[in-house]
C-alpha cells in the first residue's frame, strides 16, 4: 500500500505560480513512477505531468508544457508540481497517483491516488 497526500493548492489569479506537493509513505519502493493529473466537474480526469522513479524521464500534457514542471526529491517521498503563467482553465482539483508502469500518462495505469488539492485561477 501507498498513500499520498496533496498540498499546496489555493486560490489565485491568472498568470501567477503555484507548486504542489505529494508526499508518498508505505511501501513506495512498489510504484515509484508519479503523476499529476487533475479533474473538474463534469470532465474526465486529465493527466497533466508525470516523471519516473529516477527523475530522467518526464512527461506533460500539451496544455502544460512549457509553464508546468514536475519533479521529485526521494530522500523526502515527495514529488512536486511546479506551476507558472496560470490560466482560468487550469483551475480543478489535482491529485497525485502512484504506479508500478512505465505508462506514467495514462491514469489507468496508476494503482494508488491521493485525495486530492483544489486549485482556483480568477481572471
Known amino acids: 500500500q501507498v498513500q499520498l497526500v496533496e498540498s499546496g493548492g489555493g486560490s489565485v489569479q491568472a498568470g501567477d505560480s503555484l507548486r504542489l506537493s505529494c508526499t508518498a509513505s508505505?511501501?513506495?519502493?512498489?510504484?515509484?513512477?508519479m503523476g499529476w493529473f487533475r479533474h473538474t466537474p463534469g470532465k474526465q480526469r486529465e493527466f497533466v505531468a508525470g516523471?519516473?522513479?529516477?527523475?530522467?524521464?518526464?512527461d506533460y500534457a500539451a496544455s502544460v508544457k512549457g509553464r508546468f514542471t514536475i519533479s521529485r526529491d526521494n530522500a523526502k517521498n515527495t514529488v512536486y508540481l511546479q506551476m507558472n503563467s496560470l490560466k482560468p482553465e487550469d483551475a480543478a482539483v489535482y491529485s497525485c497517483?502512484?504506479?508500478?508502469?512505465?505508462?506514467?500518462?495514462?491514469?489507468?495505469?496508476?494503482?494508488?491516488w491521493g485525495r486530492g488539492t483544489l486549485v482556483t485561477v480568477s481572471s
Open positions: 508505505g511501501h513506495t519502493d512498489r510504484s515509484p513512477n
Open positions: 497517483a502512484a504506479t508500478r508502469s512505465s505508462t506514467i500518462s495514462s491514469p489507468a495505469a496508476y494503482e494508488y
Open positions: 516523471i519516473d522513479w529516477g527523475g530522467g524521464i518526464t
